[in-house]
């Protein structure tokens, strides 16, 4: 059974920052070759790629809309994945998902075979 548990959400100015924490439960470890995303989702909208990191080897990608603001980061022995969003806006209004997939078309939600219960950011003008 694996479980993913995000956490940091919250209300903050544009300008601001926050940081958000997705932790994973699994039987085992998780494998080098498998990939940790972040995905958020705004009313009305369908899923979006926001970032993604290799698990192995640290590898990150980054959708341009985010690209030089928000940082993704792992640290293996805790099973945890971060993600650090600075200069928030107020587009970035969202509830935040973390996922996991084993496949390699990282950016497309239909690709991730876990999903957290996602975390709401809200950005205020």
């Known amino acids: 059974q694996v479980t993913l548990v995000e956490s940091g959400g919250g209300l903050v100015q544009a300008g601001g920052s926050l940081r958000l924490s997705c932790v994973v439960s699994q039987p085992g470890r998780i494998f080098s070759s498998h990939i940790m995303g972040w995905f958020r989702q705004a009313p009305g909208r369908e899923r979006e790629f926001v970032a993604a990191?290799?698990?192995?080897?640290?590898?990150?990608y980054y959708s341009d809309s985010v690209k030089g603001r928000f940082t993704i980061s792992r640290i293996s022995a805790e099973n945890t994945v971060y993600l650090q969003m600075d200069s928030l806006k107020p587009g970035d209004t969202a509830v935040y998902f973390c996922?996991?997939?084993?496949?390699?078309?990282?950016?497309?939600?239909?690709?991730?075979?876990?999903w957290g219960q996602g975390t709401q950011v809200t950005v205020s003008s």
């Open positions: 990191i290799r698990w192995g080897a640290g590898t990150r």
């Open positions: 996922g996991k997939t084993t496949k390699s078309d990282f950016a497309m939600a239909i690709a991730y075979e876990y």
